[in-house]
């Protein structure tokens, strides 16, 4: 079954594979939202010639598949990240995530892409009865990043989302949600006619170092040789480069799409917003412009049947609301998101000179934009990458024995999550 956003896209949008060896200033190596940015960063500053590779369609893995959340921040929670690097660094690589929002605001406007963009606000609902943590993170947001994150009270939430499940909420203003494929897409045309030279159906198979330069090799026989060469990579990232192919962690999430609901969807949701909750292994969703509702959820190593994923996430759904009992599916999908251990992006150079940006784990669309920002500044020169991500390095996942604990992980916080619950109610 084809993903919704495939639907709406553009099919014939699509580049010829790269069959014949070329010479490029850049070669990028991923044509996903990290990819593109770092394509369209440095077109940005006036640097065009760039070859960008894509071993399937553009947007084919996570990039294309997502929720559609637009926000500021990284997989790692806030106030993980406050005790990792300190409130001064914390800040600053924040707001640089922050400036990746508006830098999508800006460009959808600027460059006119038609991608369903929704401004209005992002709700974190409260799965459980204690409100505790959920003060403490409205007072963090504010103190040490300097964000006004709206307290929504149990009456005030219920108003908007007609549901006993929650018990009240943040609402962060600057958070939008958008269609990421038809959003990719705009970005492809962009940098197509500035002269960006894209190839789909064109998986990298080596990266060689040429004398002074670098050939990176794909599988239908064509070449690149190049100055600069940048890893843009997810889940899907294969082995061509073991240092990097080693420090992702494959993991998939679900997502589904229910058909038009029309004023069925007011019995649910009286809010534009896109929501998420408070668990470990959260719900996220958001209604669409058609009164579809998008809803995801769950990780796993696995990717399931269809059949599987709208059991699944049906039931997930009804659980928050029971009054959508009966709702039929139109879509329902599952992807790859690359993870790192630690949780935050993986930005740099290797040691022999390669580029990467990659390991956005679920919180992509805003950090993959940062990363590929961090990365043409530092190609042109104008800035290295951030000190703050210095302690974040490639650490090794260890292959299938990384999946298997990273799974069993998963269920040991959904657990929690689950006793938790279960106290906050009996209590």
């Given at each position: 079954m084809p993903t919704f956003y495939e639907t709406t896209g553009d099919p014939a949008l699509r580049f010829a594979p790269l069959a014949q060896a070329i010479g490029a200033d850049v070669a990028i190596v991923g044509g996903g939202f990290a990819g593109l940015a770092t394509a369209l960063g440095l077109l940005e500053r006036d640097v065009r010639d760039c070859v960008l590779l894509e071993a399937e369609a553009i947007g084919f893995g996570a990039s294309g598949r997502n929720g559609g959340f637009v926000s500021a921040g990284f997989s790692v929670d806030a106030p993980d990240l406050v005790d990792d690097v300190g409130r001064d660094q914390a800040r600053d690589l924040y707001r640089m995530t922050e400036d990746a929002v508006n830098l999508?605001?800006?460009?959808?406007?600027?460059?006119?892409?038609?991608?369903?963009?929704?401004?209005?606000?992002?709700?974190?609902?409260?799965?459980?009865h204690d409100d505790h943590v959920l003060r403490e993170l409205q007072h963090?947001?504010?103190?040490?990043?300097?964000l006004d994150w709206r307290w929504l009270s149990r009456d005030e939430l219920r108003s908007r989302l007609l549901t006993e499940r929650y018990h009240s909420a943040l609402f962060e203003a600057d958070g939008f949600h958008f269609n990421p494929l038809r959003y990719a897409q705009g970005e492809v045309r962009v940098l197509r006619d500035a002269g960006v030279r894209l190839h789909e159906q064109s998986p990298v198979t080596a990266i060689v170092a040429d004398g002074s330069a670098w050939r990176v090799?794909?599988?239908?026989?064509?070449?690149?040789?190049?100055?600069?060469?940048v890893v843009a990579c997810g889940?899907?990232?294969?082995?061509?480069c073991s240092p990097l192919s080693r420090a992702v962690l494959p993991i998939a999430t679900y997502v589904m799409t229910t058909?038009?609901?029309?004023?069925?969807?007011?019995?649910?949701?009286?809010?534009?917003?896109?929501?998420?909750?408070?668990?470990?292994?959260?719900?996220?969703y958001r209604p669409l412009p058609d009164t579809r509702l998008l809803w995801g959820g769950r990780m796993s190593i696995h990717e399931p049947s269809s059949e599987e994923l709208v059991r699944l996430l049906t039931r997930?759904?009804?659980?928050?609301?029971?009054?959508l009992e009966g709702v039929r599916v139109s879509h329902?999908?599952?992807?790859?998101?690359?993870?790192?251990?630690?949780?935050?992006?993986q930005i740099?150079?290797?040691?022999?000179?390669i580029w990467y940006v990659m390991g956005f784990g679920g919180h992509g669309v805003a950090a993959a934009t940062f990363g590929g920002e961090v990365i043409a500044r530092a190609l042109t020169g104008e800035a290295g990458i951030p000190s703050g991500l210095a302690r974040y390095g490639l650490a090794r996942t260890f292959g299938a024995f990384g999946r298997i604990a990273a799974q069993a992980t998963y269920w040991w916080l959904q657990g929690r999550d689950a006793v938790r619950d279960w106290r906050s109610i009996v209590s």
């Open positions: 999508i605001r800006a460009r959808i406007d600027r460059y006119r892409i038609d991608c369903d963009a929704v401004f209005r606000g992002i709700l974190v609902a409260n799965w459980f963090l947001m504010h103190d040490v990043f300097g090799d794909t599988a239908g026989g064509g070449s690149v040789r190049c100055r600069e060469v889940g899907y990232i294969g082995e061509f058909e038009p609901l029309g004023d069925r969807l007011q019995t649910a949701m009286r809010t534009d917003a896109a929501v998420f909750d408070t668990r470990f292994a959260f719900d996220y997930d759904l009804l659980r928050v609301y029971p009054q329902a999908w599952s992807g790859l998101m690359g993870y790192s251990r630690h949780e935050m992006p740099g150079r290797l040691p022999n000179g």
